[in-house]
T-cell receptor, first 110, second 112 residues
Framework: GNSVTQMEGPVTLSEEAFLTINCTYT??????LFWYVQYPGEGLQLLLK?????DKGSNKGFEATYRKETTSFHLEKGSVQVSDSAVYFC?????????FGAGTTVTVRA | DSGVTQTPKHLITATGQRVTLRCSPR?????VYWYQQSLDQGLQFLIQ???????AKGNILERFSAQQFPDLHSELNLSSLELGDSALYFCASSTTRENIQYFGAGTRLSVL
């Protein structure tokens, strides 16, 4: 079945550092890919998405590119802030459900 | 604010009991999804309803059931609760046009 493998955390960074969280997927067909973020004590928020190969999703300085050849959807941000501290989930969508990675906890220190 | 409302935010109960979690989807969304988030299993899809009908089932236990009402709100019923059912339960909704699920803030269930 479809699955997502996500870089394990936790990740601790200093402010203004570069962030990369790796995500690879296994799927039949061409699923849509997502990054969701969960801030402390809150629900999941959609961060960005891509629906086909070579699409780049971007939001709030975060970017991820749908790479069919490497079955990857890595999340990047060039300069993180303390407010980016959260748990990040990579997910793929088939017809009816989202399959999530295990989540990566990111802590940004001032 | 995603527009998806879940109540209650927290629920504390004892083993063997039954609870009901409620979800109001975003205005106009016909699909409702339920997910369970636990430390050992991560985020797992439980069930989907579309316009009142069950559309798909995931890793949902037989002790759990759900329904979607004519006003499109949904309830997840958990019975004969066990310690291992302690988790965060999320509801999400989506339209048919857009393949994006919007999540509520979740209900944290603690079974003691």
């Amino acid at each position: 079945g479809n699955s997502v493998t996500q870089m394990e955390g936790p990740v601790t960074l200093s402010e203004e550092a570069f962030l990369t969280i790796n995500c690879t997927y296994t799927a039949t067909g061409y699923p849509s890919l997502f990054w969701y973020v969960q801030y402390p004590g809150e629900g999941l928020q959609l961060l960005l998405k891509a629906t086909k190969a070579d699409d780049k999703g971007s939001n709030k300085g975060f970017e991820a590119t749908y790479r069919k050849e490497t079955t990857s959807f890595h999340l990047e941000k060039g300069s993180v802030q303390v407010s980016d501290s959260a748990v990040y989930f990579c997910a793929l969508s088939d017809d009816y459900k989202l399959s999530f990675g295990a989540g990566t906890t990111v802590t940004v220190r001032a | 604010d995603s527009g998806v409302t879940q109540t209650p935010k927290h629920l504390i109960t004892a083993t063997g009991q039954r609870v009901t979690l409620r979800c109001s989807p975003r205005s106009g969304d016909l699909s409702v999804y339920w997910y369970q988030q636990s430390l050992d299993q991560g985020l797992q899809f439980l069930i989907q309803y579309y316009n009142g009908e069950e559309r798909a089932k995931g890793n949902i236990l037989e002790r759990f059931s759900a329904q979607q009402f004519p006003d499109l709100h949904s309830e997840l019923n958990l019975s004969s609760l066990e310690l291992g059912d302690s988790a965060l339960y999320f509801c999400a909704s989506s339209t048919t046009r857009e393949n994006i699920q919007y999540f509520g803030a979740g209900t944290r269930l603690s079974v003691l």
